[in-house]
Nanobody, 125 residues
């Protein structure tokens, strides 16, 4: 299984950021995994944003819950992240990851079975 993040590299403040994580090598419909989004702002540590289960249940970081939505699109084998009302503080490399077990808040790579390469997002006018 491989994960590949994609989306706009540049977003203006107050806009909505939409990212996709494309899963290859297996059908999401057959994988009982938890699909997470994690980000890393420049010069800072990894920040867990949220996760969606194989059944569609979602869990979000309390600090981002009001602005974040994670969804699954099993027909296209994708997991999507929507982040509303972005500010320059949302500038980061965004990663998607997958795990067989649910670990809320996990940011270490060894907590996940699969980890994408990441996509840079810059919020600037």
């Amino acid at each position: 299984v491989q994960l590949q993040e994609s989306g706009p590299g540049l977003v203006k403040p107050s806009q909505t950021l939409s990212l996709s994580c494309t899963v290859s090598g297996a059908s999401m419909a057959t994988l009982f995994y938890y699909w997470a989004w994690i980000r890393q702002p420049p010069g800072k540590g990894l920040e867990w944003m949220g996760v969606i289960s194989y059944s569609g249940s979602t869990y979000y970081s309390p600090s981002l819950k009001s602005r974040t939505s994670i969804a699954r699109d099993t027909s296209n084998n994708q997991v999507t992240l929507t982040l509303r009302s972005v500010t320059p503080e949302d500038t980061a490399v965004y990663y998607c990851a997958a795990s067989k077990t649910l670990i809320l808040g996990a940011t270490t790579k060894d907590s996940y079975d699969y980890w994408g390469q990441g996509t840079q997002v810059t919020v600037s006018s």
